[in-house]
């Protein structure tokens, strides 16, 4: 017969027990609308025992975020193998895998972080908040580049690249509000706003042309960019040539 005596956590374990409790909640509501005692509680111990690890909910809210944005940026990792269409479209998967679990927390991160002030100052919580989205964007930018294998790219690639992972937040918030459009056709759209922001840049622009042609080079008739050239045939068929002269 056994008792039920309660195994005692080192100070690194429960740190990381605290972190993935106020994730947890952070990401059930915005951070501001959760208290210590809720973090206390969920966690099975006393609202003093958790101020002995952290000095406030600002610096338990950016330990959260910190392994938040760290497994965000991940969600953009994906071998570089296969067409670019289904790579891009996993990575979507993903990342909207991560938007549909932390609704409400990734929702008051992309718009700026709470207005936590225990401890600290609203503008330093604020700052942090934005310095780690911004290594989440850079993190994505790197790997998007990567997996077109170009390493120093051109400005209007750069372009291309960054306006389409600021497109993928602000389409996921919008998204969030309501989850009016089926969540695999927003993936497969975004996908397809990256071929057309491509296009659109490759049409001003000869070394983007050349990037352009190279990432359709090994793309199947069935797979997401060619369904995007499927799509703009049957719908540009009806529309007469524009006239010269």
């Not at 027990?17 to 006393?46: C, K, M, T």
């Not at 938040?68 to 996993?90: I, K, S, T, Y």
């Not at 990575?91 to 401890?119: K, Q, Y």
């Amino acid at each position: 017969m056994t008792t039920g005596v309660r195994r005692r956590m080192g100070v690194d374990e429960r740190r990381q027990q605290l972190i993935g409790v106020a994730l947890d909640l952070f990401s059930q509501r915005s951070p501001d609308d959760v208290s210590i005692d809720e973090i206390a509680a969920a966690a099975g111990i006393s609202r003093p025992l958790v101020y002995h690890y952290f000095p406030g909910k600002q610096s338990l809210y950016e330990a959260a975020l910190r392994r938040a944005a760290d497994e965000l940026a991940g969600r953009f990792m994906e071998p570089h193998e296969g067409p670019l269409g289904a790579r891009l479209l996993r990575v979507m998967g993903r990342f909207f895998d991560f938007v549909d679990d932390h609704g409400p927390g990734f929702s008051a991160l992309m718009r700026g972080g709470p207005a936590v002030s225990v401890g600290g100052s609203c503008s330093d919580a604020v700052s942090t908040a934005h310095a780690m989205i911004d290594e989440v964007r850079n993190a994505a930018h790197l790997q998007i580049l990567a997996h077109l294998g170009v390493q120093r790219p051109p400005a209007r690639l750069e372009l291309v690249v960054r306006s389409w992972v600021s497109l993928a937040e602000s389409t996921a918030l919008i998204w969030l509000d309501g989850r009016r459009i089926p969540r695999g056709e927003l993936e497969l759209q975004l996908v397809h706003d990256f071929a057309a922001l491509a296009a659109v840049s490759a049409a001003y622009d000869e070394e983007m042309a050349a990037i352009m042609l190279r990432m359709l080079a090994d793309e199947p008739a069935d797979g997401p960019f060619g369904e995007l050239m499927e799509r703009l045939t049957a719908l540009l068929a009806p529309v007469p040539a524009p006239r010269v002269g």
